[in-house]
């Protein structure tokens, strides 16, 4: 019997820049679209133009990921279909890579000329269905990879937890650099006004991500081969998603993560706004990045020290840390409402509720990848097939249908607070404060959405996840040896 060697260190480094650079990709993507239509190219037109960018820009994230239910399963039978030298998935790596960049640098690049709402909408509309597709082209074949070069058990579960740390570095680079990288560049590239310095800032911040993005997936294409030669089977889109359906531990995970996802996106799509115009101050642009800067690092540190500790040295099962990830963030969004309600006015507090929640979303999005892995061979061992493709192309569509969900929710926030109007207040007031004459009502309003219904969500995730998933660690094991023992007997 062939065994697959060990994974050398520069392959597993070279991966994890994939995942770095993929990551950073689509985190500006999911946390900045939203507001670089709505608040910064928006900012010209009247209350009414505005608003209706914000609603549209709403209905656009959603269908666009509708049509990723399409989409990506489609992409999922063409990577299982591909057969070249190089293998079923570093072309369609490299080729989603190359296109994925460049749209996403047309995305934050909006044409000066287009001075009209509704050129504004037809903009966001066909640059940001086209990002979808050409970041599915990348993300399906980059984590349907994993099977094909890992042994199952410790092997995978070491690769995701290290992919998944690396893809949470990427999101908190973004998270914490945006920002301030947009301010610099926009006033390098001369920029006279605030909003002439964010809209050249996106446009050369978008570029040097989609050049770091290229760099690190032609790393991984390198470095990482395919081990695995076995033929996949392909299947028609119908029979693609019955598979899925068959896989019942499959679609517990899939509408597990939707619920996880959907609760982190509304506050992510979000909390610039409650930082401009309810925290408020003069600063509020410094305290918003200093937010995001232990945020990230709580959340890079969840991944690569937390999760080995209560994993390795706590010997804790992943489905009690997966309990316990979901409780720690419910309680931080039920503290960041209290201290919302109470007006706190001091940047550091918010570091209590934040400590909860990036720590608690840094481990699940190790543990969700771990149990996507987990469930192909359940799946193989169950239906006598082996669909990587197939499972890892739900988690793309999953994790954009989350977004897509979670920017509507935020545009009809946004759309029924008028939090851009800025109310009664002058343009001197604004420059010192945009808080100021945004009512009680308004920020409430903001706050409920950014807490409440991720609670909401986070709960019915526990409700689910108890009465349907079994893929226990010892389970796990269990599943691993048996079909060890299948491929051993079909190889003889």
């Known amino acids: 019997m062939n065994t697959k060697p060990k994974l050398s260190l520069m392959s597993k480094i070279s991966y ?11 985190m500006l993507s999911a946390s900045y679209v939203l507001y670089y239509f709505q608040d910064v190219l928006g900012s010209k ?20 990921r509708i049509f990723d239910a399409f989409n990506d399963p489609i992409m999922g039978v063409i990577v299982a279909k591909t057969k070249t030298r190089w293998g079923k998935f ?6 989603g890579t190359l296109t994925n960049a460049v749209v996403l640098f047309l995305l934050f690049s909006c044409p000066p000329s287009i001075d009209k709402p509704g050129g504004i909408i037809a903009y966001a509309a066909i640059t940001y269905i086209l990002w979808g597709m050409t970041y599915t082209m990348m993300d399906i074949p980059y984590w349907s990879m994993i099977p094909a070069f890992t042994e199952g058990g410790k092997e995978r579960e070491g690769l995701t937890t290290l992919a998944r740390s690396c893809a949470g570095v990427g999101s908190a680079i973004i998270t914490i650099a945006t920002m301030m990288a947009v301010q610099f560049l926009g006033k390098a590239a001369g920029g006279a006004t605030d909003n002439e310095v964010e809209l050249l800032g996106f446009k050369w911040f978008a570029l040097a991500v989609a050049v770091i993005f290229i760099i690190f997936t032609v790393l991984t294409c390198i470095f990482v081969k395919e081990k695995s030669t076995a033929d996949m089977k392909t299947v028609s889109v119908k029979e693609m998603f019955r598979a899925l359906i068959k896989n019942d531990q499959a679609m517990t995970v899939v509408i597990a993560i939707v619920l996880i996802n959907t609760a982190i996106y509304i506050t992510s799509n979000l909390v610039i706004y409650f930082f ?14 200093l937010f995001n800067i232990f945020g990230g690092a ?4 969840s991944m690569m020290v937390f999760y080995p500790l209560l994993r390795n040295a706590a010997k804790l099962k992943n489905t009690t840390i997966f309990y316990i990830c979901l409780g720690m963030s419910i309680l931080g969004y039920a503290v960041l409402l209290a201290l919302a309600i109470l007006g706190m006015g001091n940047v550091y507090v918010l570091f209590i509720p934040g400590f909860f929640i990036f720590a ?9 990848t771990v149990f996507l892995a987990n469930t192909v061979d359940y799946g193989l061992l169950k239906n006598g097939t082996s669909d990587e493709s197939v499972v890892f192309s739900m988690q793309t569509f999953v994790v954009k249908l989350a977004s897509g969900i979670a920017a509507f929710a935020a545009s009809i ?3 029924v607070a008028n939090l851009q109007s800025g109310t009664e207040v002058s ?14 009502a308004q920020k409430m309003g903001l706050r409920m959405t950014m807490t409440v219904i991720p609670i909401i969500g986070l709960i019915i995730a526990i409700l689910w996840f108890r009465k349907r998933f079994i893929l226990t660690d010892e389970k796990v094991l269990e599943i691993s040896e048996k079909v060890k023992d299948m491929k051993k007997n079909i190889e003889e």
């Open 45 to 64: 037109f009247g209350d009414a133009g505005r608003a209706a960018i914000t609603v549209a820009m709403g209905v656009i994230l959603l269908v666009a």
């Open 90 to 95: 570093r072309p369609w790596l490299l080729i």
């Open 427 to 440: 343009e001197a007031e604004k420059a010192i404060d945009f808080s100021a004459g945004v009512t009680t």
């Open 16 to 26: 994890g820049l994939g995942a770095v650079g993929k990551d950073m990709v689509y």
């Open 413 to 415: 926030c946004l759309a």
């Open 298 to 301: 709580v959340q890079i540190i």
């Open 360 to 368: 608690a979303s840094g481990l699940l999005n190790i543990l969700t």
């Open 276 to 289: 401009k115009y309810d925290f408020g101050g003069g600063d509020w642009w410094g305290s918003y990045t």
